[in-house]
């Protein structure tokens, strides 16, 4: 506790403005972030204590619950406003072990959505898919996957990230290696192709063929972290297991040792769930029908406890509304922030929102989105909106020079069009700003992993991001002008040849895995 009240006391001394820039709201939200932050209290609640948010499940609804009693703590009303219902499903304990040639416990787990074993478990041979001729020759090896596991995945030829080759390999090795693995991984595209199917379609015919499971491994490219998606089987389950064991596994199969593993894979199909987006607001005074809205993802993918994921999105918004009603309760333009659903199956929850409420789309000020991960931020551009110049650098010239001095800014920049939840407004026309922020390495070992996780949070930056996002809304809010929502006119692209089009506003999945 001595060295997190050290840290406050030093980032606090850091974060002070110099005397023209003090504004008394400011100064008080910096002091509250630094000496009070509830950054870490609010990761513990949300990660430690409910866990995981994939959509559709109990402990979604749990982190909506959670997050509507935490605002209404501090007087801010909230709600759960449901926009559709997903296939509800309860994630179980996952066990899998090799139980011949010998005994090993083996780390991995059932991927979302996948079927149970239920608790006595399934216990086969593994096999791998053969290298075939064309797709007749695969059809005539089908019934060799009858009461067998199958391993679906590409074999790694190693563990190691590049950036472990490079720093202890020979030039002339490390060129080896990838010049290997490129071969390897070009066979097994094309070995995939013969069989007339793709990595998807291949699972729906092993099923038929009598499978009892199918066994995966999509490595991330880092030590230790897998990429943990989805089920794409109805009747047998599917588990993801990591690199080492995946490779071990298939090595004993490629050698003829005939390797057998034990899977208890326990979950539940609890039919259907209703999906929501959580809202929270602080009502405007001078112009309550016009709006600042802070953006962030509620949900997650299931294969660890979505720390950087959007977890560390949604504290930051969480802490700056704290800050917002301590500091500022009474704003000029009501300042709004929504935890959006289901943004991993494809930003549903923020395109159902801007859908339903059309009336206050065309009257926002500015969104304010952070996705990215646990890093400070580190861009910002203009998504496109001729004048965003203006506002943008006149709203950001109020935040410690500590904070900005980090951000890269440009201007008009370019609409997105997807990848987060800013993507859904800017396609409506609505001047949405992604906070981008440096990504410790979140590509390979946290984003979608089994790795991301509490431990793996940077609060210090995480705290400079709910100060900035707390004196972005206080500006937009208190700005004298409603931003211009004027388009820049977009280029010809290099690719066809014709001249790009503004992002095109999309309906929300609101019958998730009910197919």
């Known amino acids: 506790m001595k060295r997190l009240f050290l840290g406050a006391f030093l980032l606090c001394a850091t974060l002070t403005v110099t005397a023209q820039e003090k504004n008394a709201v400011i100064e008080n939200m910096i002091k509250e972030a630094t000496e009070n932050s509830q950054l870490e209290h609010l990761g513990h609640e949300l990660l430690d204590v409910i866990g995981p948010r994939l959509v559709g499940t109990p402990e979604m609804k749990q982190a909506h619950d959670w997050a509507v009693a935490t605002y209404e703590k501090w007087g801010i009303p909230a709600e759960n406003q449901q926009y559709g219902e997903w296939k509800a499903w309860q994630r179980g304990i996952s066990h899998i072990d090799m139980v011949s040639p010998r005994v090993q416990s083996l780390n991995g787990m059932q991927l979302a959505w996948s079927p149970s074993t239920g608790p006595k478990g399934v216990t086969a041979e593994v096999i791998t898919l053969p290298t075939v001729k064309d797709s007749m020759a695969f059809k005539n090896w089908l019934k060799n996957a009858k009461g067998k596991f199958v391993m679906i995945s590409e074999y790694q030829i190693t563990g190691r990230p590049d950036y472990n080759w490079e720093e202890f390999a020979t030039p002339e090795s490390f060129e080896k290696m990838k010049k290997d693995r490129d071969s390897l991984s070009s066979e097994f595209r094309e070995n995939m192709r013969r069989t007339g199917y793709n990595s998807r379609t291949i699972i729906e015919a092993l099923e038929s063929a009598g499978a009892v499971g199918i066994v995966s491994s999509n490595w ?3 030590f230790g972290a897998n990429k943990i998606f989805s089920s794409r089987t109805k ?12 490779g071990m596994l298939y090595r004993l199969v490629e050698y003829g040792d005939k390797p057998q593993i034990k899977v208890v894979a326990e979950s539940k199909d609890l039919g259907v769930a209703p999906t929501f987006n ?6 405007g005074t001078e112009k309550p029908d016009e709006y600042v809205i802070l953006s962030a993802h509620f949900d997650s993918w299931d294969g660890a406890t979505g720390a950087t994921d959007n977890g560390t999105g949604t504290i930051v918004m969480m802490e700056a509304m704290r800050l917002l009603k301590k500091f500022y309760p009474n704003p000029k333009r009501t300042i709004l922030v929504g935890h959006w659903g289901s943004e991993e199956q494809g930003l549903n929850g923020s395109r159902a929102f801007v859908e339903d409420h059309p009336e206050m789309i065309k009257n926002i000020q500015a969104v304010f989105n952070q996705d990215n991960g646990t890093g400070r931020v580190v861009t ?29 800014t440009s201007f008009p920049g370019s609409p997105s069009g997807g990848g987060s939840d800013n993507a859904s407004f800017v396609a409506a026309g609505a001047p949405a ?11 390979n070992y946290t984003w979608h992993t089994n790795r991301d996780t509490y431990d793996k949070i940077v609060f210090d930056d995480v705290r400079s991001n709910a100060i900035l996002t707390a004196i972005l809304a206080y500006m937009a809010s208190e700005d004298d002008a409603k931003v211009s929502t004027e388009r820049i006119i977009l280029p010809v692209s290099d690719r066809t040849g014709k001249q790009l089009e ?5 309906s929300p999945e609101r019958k998730g895995g009910l197919d």
């Open 220 to 222: 991330s490219k880092g």
């Open 235 to 246: 009747k047998i389950p599917t588990i993801d297991l990591e690199l080492e064991d995946y």
């Open 278 to 283: 959580t809202v929270a607001q602080i009502k």
């Open 380 to 408: 910002m551009n203009g998504a496109g909106f001729l004048h965003s110049y203006d506002y943008l650098t006149r709203w950001l010239s109020a935040a410690p020079k500590e904070i900005t001095k980090h951000i890269e």
């Open 433 to 443: 700003f992604n906070l981008s922020s440096l990504n410790w390495s979140y590509w």
């Open 502 to 506: 503004w992002p095109t506003q999309r």
